[in-house]
């Protein structure tokens, strides 16, 4: 299959399970502290007042976190349901629907962006083009957060919490994604792996801060 054929399977998927998604998922920073700390740097070295980028933002809980720090907050996910929902939860937040390969945004338009568990449903082929991408979005100077499950297994998912789906997660290895980043032109700064919270899926997880060069 080809990969605008995977997208959409991953489109669908997400449109199926958005709501679930969201009733389960919408107030898990309130339990992730180490995430929050990660987001509040990030905040804490962009410019006060310009844009940041939530990629692939899926129900917006992010974003909104975000937006209600102050910060100008654009939500960008592939899925229209988790887009709608977006909108009708945090209103402050711009949400637009789009792919992480062609994102909908001008060059140079975020002053930082964050892509946590996005990248995880692409081929791990296609990962140099979305972060090219998430460059070309980004203001020279401006970090990018980017998370995923660490590990070299493929999850396929036909059924998630009682919904019908098609979707994989490839979980990933950090020197295959810093070096990912490396190619598109980012520097990357920071490494993190942690255990999952007790609310989590079990996987052991992995967040990397880097920097257009
Ligand atoms: C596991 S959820 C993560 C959502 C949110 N970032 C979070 O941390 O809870 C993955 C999200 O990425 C979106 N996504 C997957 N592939 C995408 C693509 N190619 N372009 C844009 N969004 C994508 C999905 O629709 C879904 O909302």
Redesign the pocket.
């Known amino acids: 299959m080809g990969d605008h054929g995977r997208?959409d399977l991953?489109?669908r998927s997400?449109d199926t399970v958005a709501e679930t998604?969201a009733a389960r998922?919408l107030d898990?920073l309130a339990g992730k502290p180490l995430d929050r700390a990660l987001l509040a740097s990030l905040v804490e070295q962009t410019e006060a007042g310009a844009p940041v980028a939530?990629?692939?933002?899926?129900?917006g809980?992010?974003a909104g976190l975000l937006a209600d720090r102050g910060v100008k907050t654009v939500g960008?996910?592939?899925?229209g349901a988790?887009v709608a929902l977006g909108r009708r939860t945090f209103p402050a937040v711009d949400f637009r629907q789009?792919?992480?390969?062609e994102l909908p945004a001008a060059d140079g338009e975020f002053a930082a962006s964050v892509?946590?568990?996005?990248v995880?449903?692409?081929a791990p082929s296609e990962l140099h083009g979305?972060f090219r991408e998430a460059h070309r979005v980004l203001r020279p100077g401006g970090l990018l957060l980017v998370?995923f499950h660490l590990g070299s297994e493929v999850r396929h998912l036909d059924e998630w919490w009682g919904h019908e789906v098609d979707i994989e997660f490839h979980f990933l290895e950090t020197g295959r994604v810093a070096k990912a980043l490396e190619d598109a032109g980012f520097a990357v700064e920071m490494r993190m792996e942690r255990a999952p919270y007790a609310e989590e899926a079990e996987t052991r997880r992995a967040y990397l801060l880097a920097r257009r060069s």
Request: proline fraction near 3%; aromatic fraction near 10%; include cysteine.
């Open positions: 997208h991953v489109r997400y998604y998922l898990e939530d990629l692939g933002c899926g129900p809980h992010v960008i996910d592939v899925s988790m789009g792919d992480l390969l892509a946590l568990y996005s995880i449903h692409l979305a998370a």
